[in-house]
């Protein structure tokens, strides 16, 4: 058996707009912030994406899934995920596990964490993990200015 193991990373923006639905994870926060982003700026499944193409040796999520194209503008990165996964699949290998880990201060994540958990393993037909980490208010992520996420993946072929 083939192993092949990739990482991912994504950061965006945090702001206030009530408006603008807060997604991490696959999970809507109810929450006056929001992530700023072409997408629904889910940097959780943004990060698992990116590991999962990284490891199958398929580039990255902007070559997939280009800001410049409307199909993925307000995209639910659910889909964005399950379909770079396809494309993993099609190329030959199965995804073994995805790990990730979300700095942030808000939104508090351990209530959900389980939930996210469950979506994203179903996005990916795979067990995901995600585990949240305090920036201790050190720099732009400890101010509140954005939410990062790095994320690990594993596939395998026979
Ligand atoms: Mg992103």
């Not at 070559?63 to 993993?88: C, I, K, M, N, Y």
């Not at 508090?108 to 920036?135: D, F, H, I, W, Y």
């Given at each position: 058996m083939r192993v092949r193991v990739g990482q991912g990373f994504d950061v965006h923006r945090l702001v206030d707009d009530a408006d603008r639905p807060l997604v991490l994870g696959g999970v809507v926060f109810d929450s006056p912030l929001a992530l700023v982003g072409h997408s629904d700026a889910d940097v959780i499944a943004h990060a698992c994406a990116d590991a999962l193409l990284g490891a199958a040796g398929l580039g990255d999520i902007g070559?997939?899934?280009?800001?410049?194209?409307?199909?993925?503008?307000?995209?639910?990165?659910?889909?964005?995920?399950?379909?770079?996964?396809?494309?993993?699949r099609e190329a030959g290998w199965e995804p073994g596990n995805v790990d990730a880990s979300v700095v942030?201060?808000?939104?508090?994540?351990?209530?959900?964490?389980?939930?996210?958990?469950?979506?994203?393993?179903?996005?990916?037909?795979?067990?995901?993990?995600?585990?949240?980490?305090?920036?201790?208010?050190l720099g732009a992520i400890g101010r509140g200015e954005g939410v990062a996420c790095w994320a690990v993946a594993v596939v395998t072929r026979p």
């Open positions: 070559q997939h899934f280009p800001d410049t194209d409307d199909q993925w503008a307000g995209a639910d990165s659910l889909e964005l995920l399950a379909e770079a996964t396809r494309r993993v942030t201060d808000q939104p508090k994540l351990a209530p959900v964490r389980e939930l996210m958990n469950q979506r994203l393993s179903a996005a990916v037909g795979a067990p995901v993990t995600v585990k949240g980490r305090r920036p201790e208010g």
